[in-house]
C-alpha cells in the first residue's frame, strides 16, 4: 500500500485479556516503530525495529508488553493481561534505513485505539 | 532529565492571522529538529526539519526557526486559514533512529 497501514482501527476488550495490533509499514522501509499515546500526551516511545531485529525496546512499560517482526515487514504488538492504564492509541511508524546525519522523516499509521474496561 | 515543552496546549487565533508556536528542549544537543501536524484520528504527518546549523526554514505559509543557544524552535504559520487547525508536535532527534516528541499545540483557526 502506499502507507502504513494499523489494524483493528479501534479495540475494545475487557481488563485482563491479551490483545494484538498489528502494523504493516511502506515498503522497503527497514526501520518500524511503535507509539503510544494517551489523551493530550505526547508521543511516547515503546520499541525500535530495524530489519526483524529490535535493538532498542526502552519503552516499553512492563514485561506485559512484547513486538515482533516478521520478513523485515509486518510487526505485532501484543499486550497480555490488559489493564485500565493501558488504554491509549498505538501509533506505528516506518521509515527508510536510518543514516547518521539523515532526516529520520517517520511515517505514521492511523493508529489503534485501545479500550481496556 | 531531557525535557521538551511546547507553549499552551491551545491556540485560538483569527483567520488570516499568523500564529506562532514554541518548542523549548533541555539537556538535548539535537543535530536536527522536526515539525509534525496531526489531525483527529490520524497519525503525525511530517511538515518540516531544521539542521542545527540551520537558523530558518520555509515551506510554503510555513516558517520554522531554530536557536541551539536559546535551545529553541519557533513555528510560524501565516496567512492562517481554518484548513490549518490541528495539533502540531515538535520533535528531536536523540539518536541517529530515535526522535523525542513534545505533547504538541492544538491551533484552532477562526473564520
Known amino acids: 500500500g502506499a502507507g502504513v497501514s494499523q489494524s483493528p482501527s479501534n479495540k475494545v476488550t475487557e481488563k485482563g485479556k491479551d490483545v494484538e495490533l498489528r502494523c504493516d509499514p511502506i515498503?522497503?522501509?527497514?526501520?518500524l516503530y511503535w507509539y503510544r499515546q494517551s489523551l493530550g500526551q505526547g508521543l511516547e516511545f515503546l520499541i525500535y525495529?530495524?530489519?526483524?531485529?529490535?535493538?532498542?525496546k526502552s519503552g516499553l512499560p512492563s514485561d506485559r508488553f512484547s513486538a515482533e517482526r516478521t520478513g523485515g515487514s509486518v510487526s505485532t504488538l501484543t499486550i497480555q493481561r490488559t489493564q485500565q492504564e493501558d488504554s491509549a492509541v498505538y501509533l506505528c511508524a516506518s521509515s527508510p534505513a536510518p543514516t547518521s546525519g539523515g532526516t529520520n522523516e517517520q511515517f505514521f499509521g492511523p493508529g489503534t485505539r485501545l479500550t481496556v474496561l | 532529565s531531557q525535557k521538551i515543552e511546547q507553549n499552551s496546549e491551545a491556540l485560538n487565533i483569527q483567520e488570516g492571522k499568523t500564529a506562532t508556536l514554541t518548542c523549548n528542549y533541555t539537556n538535548y544537543s539535537p543535530a536536527y529538529l522536526q515539525w509534525y501536524r496531526q489531525d483527529p484520528g490520524r497519525g503525525p504527518v511530517f511538515l518540516l526539519l531544521i539542521r542545527e546549523n540551520e537558523k530558518e526554514k520555509r515551506k510554503e505559509r510555513l516558517k520554522v526557526t531554530f536557536d541551539t543557544t536559546l535551545k529553541q524552535s519557533l513555528f510560524h504559520i501565516t496567512a492562517s486559514q481554518p484548513a490549518d487547525s490541528a495539533t502540531y508536535l515538535c520533535a528531536l532527534d536523540i539518536d541517529d533512529y530515535k526522535l523525542s516528541f513534545g505533547a504538541g499545540t492544538t491551533v484552532t483557526v477562526r473564520a
Open positions: 515498503s522497503g522501509h527497514t526501520a
Open positions: 525495529f530495524q530489519g526483524n531485529s529490535a535493538p532498542d
